[in-house]
């Protein structure tokens, strides 16, 4: 399916009490919210969402930062999902990111950067299943 993608509101937008204007751009971005939590992931969570960077130098700053508060975990459904989604986000770097995009306007740095996406139709498919039970998401569908 490739009209599904994953997206967190990160611990450093929610903190900083932009939540609602994120999800404000994610609905006028046409996209259709079928799960949305307020959770506060533990260590080993994050750990395990973030797996494929276990190797990389930010990892273990990434996952203390990922548990450092709440955040919010979204399935977003469109035409094309994924990579709307990382075009709404912009770069990962927000000094790199595109006028008009979420990091661009609300990311405070590289590591703090208000907003995650998945990079694949199957990575996004991974990470709903790794937050939200089937029946969560069908009920909204
Ligand atoms: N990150 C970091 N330092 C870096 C690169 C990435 O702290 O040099 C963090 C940042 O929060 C990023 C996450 O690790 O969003 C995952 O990195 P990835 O390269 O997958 O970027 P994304 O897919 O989120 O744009
Ligand atoms: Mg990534």
Not at 13 to 26: E, H, M, P, Q, W
Not at 128 to 141: G, R, W
Request: charged share 30%; hydrophobic share 40%; glycine share 6%.
């Amino acid at each position: 399916m490739n009209n599904l993608t994953f997206a967190i509101i990160k611990p450093d937008a929610v903190k900083s009490g932009n939540t609602g204007l994120i999800l404000d751009r994610i609905i006028k971005s046409d996209f259709k919210i079928l799960g949305a939590k307020l959770i506060r992931l533990s260590r080993k969570q994050a750990e395990g969402f973030y797996d494929i960077h276990k190797e990389r130098p930010f990892f273990e700053e990434l996952t203390e930062f990922m548990c450092s508060g709440q955040c919010m975990v979204l399935a977003l459904k469109k035409e094309n999902a994924v990579q709307e989604w990382r075009q709404t986000i912009g770069s990962t770097n927000p000094e790199e990111a595109e006028t008009g995009t979420i990091r661009k306007d609300f990311a405070k740095n590289i590591q703090n950067n208000a907003v995650h996406g998945s990079d694949s139709d199957e990575n996004a498919k991974k990470e709903i299943a790794f937050f939200f039970t089937n029946s969560e998401l069908i009920a909204n569908n």
